[in-house]
Nanobody
Framework: QVQLAESGGGSAQAGGSLRLSCAAS????????MAWFRQAPGKEREWVAI???????EYIDVVKGRFTISTDNAKNILYLQMNHLKPEDTAMYYC????????????????WGQGTQVTVSS
């Protein structure tokens, strides 16, 4: 059973930084993908950053150059370093993990954490 637990959310001023962590149990990084999603009030959940089986990363355009996704495989932790935060980054952030199916990661089958709130004030 895959279990994910996020931490590190909180409040920050615009231009500041936060680092989110996601402790993963029951998941093998080399056999799947992990990602950070976020959902702002009144909006749909959107993916923010993805890290694949081989460590390749992808970012949504609005966070490129500001956010960095990474893993500590020894500790089974997924991170999201968020720099130069903007008020529009305010959202509930969710960690997700999914076993690969061939070379793809079918997010419809993802496991989800409970989320951690990030609030950025101007």
């Amino acid at each position: 059973q895959v279990q994910l637990a996020e931490s590190g959310g909180g409040s920050a001023q615009a231009g500041g930084s936060l680092r989110l962590s996601c402790a993963a149990s029951g998941f093998i990084y080399s056999r799947g993908c992990m990602a950070w999603f976020r959902q702002a009030p009144g909006k749909e959940r959107e993916w923010v950053a993805i890290i694949g089986m081989s460590g390749d990363t992808e970012y949504i355009d609005v966070v490129k150059g500001r956010f960095t996704i990474s893993t500590d495989n020894a500790k089974n932790i997924l991170y999201l370093q968020m720099n130069h935060l903007k008020p529009e980054d305010t959202a509930m952030y969710y960690c997700a993990a999914v076993w690969a199916h061939g070379r793809t990661c079918p997010w419809v089958r993802a496991y989800w954490g409970q989320g951690t709130q990030v609030t950025v004030s101007s």
